[in-house]
């Protein structure tokens, strides 16, 4: 790391520039002011801002606005209603349990619905008030095996229309001996939720299937299958519940619309949006996010690779990449054609007269005559095209890989390292916090750089103003939190290596406490800014006051614009910057 990055936090207030270490939360990592015109010089003026704005906008964004259910809660949840809306409407629990599946368990619509035509819900749910048929005393014929069976071996729903228990189960007793074959239940509860709306197996009725006949009639086995769907269904069902969609993960979050952020973490630790079910995202909106992943799967990619890398044998139009090499082509057998690379005219009619074997005197001048094909126009385009998602792409992936690291230094770091720093440091594991919250912003932070490489790559080529002030906010992005990660990685092993108590630990404390709370806060605000889609960029070019004002990058900001459009995260450790501004 740079000099500059090494300094001690009690002078951290005796310059302008260490106020980025002070920790300060009134001014510090505050997005800063820009202005496009003088991009080549830029001299980033810095206003302060009030402090009680950024301290509302940090409060508001930690307000948690979901609910994090486990399986107790959501069955606890559905019998609550269940119970509410059997007692308000007067009805069983069973016709309950139909109703809010059948509204997909939205209370207040059951209610509406129920007191504005309580006939026609009856009629479209299947919960009669009184049977159809009457349900007979002696022998009755099943309406699906057509045996003659007594009355204490048929079951019905509340239509009346009767059919025997084996016909409902698919259970059979014959000399003691119990079989199973494909019944009316059974097979309903094998083809999937839907056995949760099931009705009367007679045509010309709409009866409803409830749960008590399920559990007298079901095996054990579809009884368990059924509970399962049942308390599925409360979940994916209800517009306000969704599962979290890590693997093996069986909670469900309960989210409270309104809050404008979609951001959730499960209490298994994955983090993901409750609007598009992907991982977390902010700062992209999930339009953005469902286009970038559909880029990177996508096989147009493929193509616009092989257009930009290869050229059609003129012949048998066959692709063919040149890696290294003169400009004399010859085609794979059984074509075998020899032409020139650049003009792809047949290899015959060049020579030295052309330009010889490395150059084409005729692809020159039709090049400077402006008469190139449009096939050569689209390799080119497609070559531009690939350059730049290869830029952007590369970045955003390698971010994915620092975040993986830090998820697993931090694991490390909680499981051995903690430990043993309490030992050597004599401080109790409580008052070392501060470390693991310094990891968790480093996690969060690398999150959130890595969608800006995607916010990047679909901000419009003709907004110069906002595209510079975007990769000038990136690069100082990057700039703190490369400060923050030596500090934490770096500096902390010192302490973890050392065999006996170091007096400096304090002030180590002090450091790392307050970069992480400077990062958090410019990541905040930067988040904040590129969500408003950097409104406050006007069209002169000029960025209007948009919170407090110190840089986070800790030294001085000129001359700093871009560099986050060069710059490399760590992935294992190490500080690395690539110079890209050939791209």
């Excluded at 002696?138 to 007594?150: K, L």
């Excluded at 080119?380 to 620092?402: D, F, G, P």
């Excluded at 919250?437 to 932070?445: D, S, Y």
Aim: glycine share 6%; charged share 25%.
């Amino acid at each position: 790391m740079e000099s500059e990055d090494d300094f001690d936090m009690h002078d951290a207030n005796e310059s302008g520039e260490d106020d980025f270490y002070s920790g300060r939360d009134d001014d510090a990592g505050a997005i800063p002011t820009y202005d496009d015109s003088d991009a080549d010089d830029a001299d980033y003026e810095f206003i302060d801002n009030d402090s009680d704005d950024s301290v509302d906008y940090v409060s508001h964004s930690h307000q948690q606005n979901y609910t994090i259910l486990s399986e107790v809660d959501i069955r606890q949840r559905q019998e609550d209603d269940i119970t509410r809306i059997s007692t308000v409407l007067s009805i069983s629990k069973v016709e309950a349990g139909i109703l809010l599946r059948y509204y997909s368990w939205n209370v207040s619509k059951v209610h509406d619905e129920w007191f504005a035509d309580e006939e026609k819900v009856r009629r479209s749910v299947g919960l009669l008030e009184k049977p159809v048929v009457p349900f007979p005393d002696g022998e009755m014929i099943c309406g699906i095996c057509f045996e003659t069976y007594p009355y204490d071996l048929l079951h019905a729903a509340a239509c009346g229309h009767p059919f025997c228990n084996s016909c409902w189960s698919g259970l059979l007793c014959y000399s003691h001996t119990l079989f199973s074959y494909h019944g009316y239940i059974s097979t309903a509860i094998s083809d999937g939720p839907g056995c949760l709306m099931l009705r009367c197996p007679d045509p010309s009725c709409v009866a409803a299937v409830g749960q008590d006949m399920i559990n007298a009639l079901a095996s054990d086995e579809d009884r368990e299958k059924y509970s399962r769907y049942f308390i599925r269904s409360y979940v994916e069902d209800n517009r306000k519940t969704k599962w979290c969609p890590a693997p093996g993960c069986d909670y469900a979050v309960d989210f409270i619309f309104g809050s404008g952020n979609y951001d959730v973490t499960c209490r298994c630790s994955y983090s993901f949006c409750w609007n598009c079910t992907e991982e977390a995202h902010r700062p992209v909106d999930c339009d953005t996010v469902a286009r970038w992943i559909l880029k990177n799967s996508a096989e147009s990619e493929n193509m616009n690779w092989i257009l930009a890398n290869s050229k059609p044998c003129p012949k048998c139009k066959r692709p063919i990449e040149k890696n290294h090499g003169c400009m004399h082509m010859t085609c794979t057998p059984p074509c075998r054609f020899e032409f020139c690379w650049l003009c792809l005219g047949a290899w015959s009619e060049h020579g030295e007269v052309t330009g010889g074997y490395y150059a084409c005197n005729r692809y020159e001048t039709a090049k400077k005559e402006g008469t190139f094909d449009e096939e050569e126009k689209r390799r080119e385009m497609a070559k531009l095209s690939v350059e730049k998602y290869t830029h952007y792409y590369e970045r955003w992936a390698t971010n994915q890989s620092s975040r993986q690291k830090a998820l697993a230094d931090l694991q490390q770091m909680q499981s051995v390292h903690l430990e043993k720093l309490s030992e050597t440091q004599c401080q109790p594991e409580s008052q070392l916090k501060f470390i693991t919250e310094a990891w968790l912003q480093i996690i969060e932070c690398r999150r959130v750089l890595k969608w800006t490489y995607a916010y990047g790559y679909y901000l419009p080529e003709n907004e110069h103003a906002k595209r510079h002030f975007f990769e000038y906010l990136q690069g100082e992005a990057e700039s703190g939190l490369e400060r923050l990660h030596q500090c934490a990685e770096k500096e902390l092993q010192v302490y973890l290596n050392a065999e006996e108590q170091l007096k400096d630990f304090n002030e180590f404390r002090s450091k790392l406490a307050g970069l992480t709370s400077v990062t958090r806060n410019f990541f905040e605000n930067l988040v904040r800014a590129l969500e408003n889609g950097l409104s406050d960029v006007n069209s002169r070019g000029a960025c209007s006051r948009m919170g407090s004002s110190k840089s986070l990058g800790g030294g001085s900001s000129r001359g700093r614009s871009g560099k986050g459009k060069g710059s490399t995260p760590r992935s294992s450790g190490s500080n690395r910057n690539i110079d890209d501004s050939g791209h």
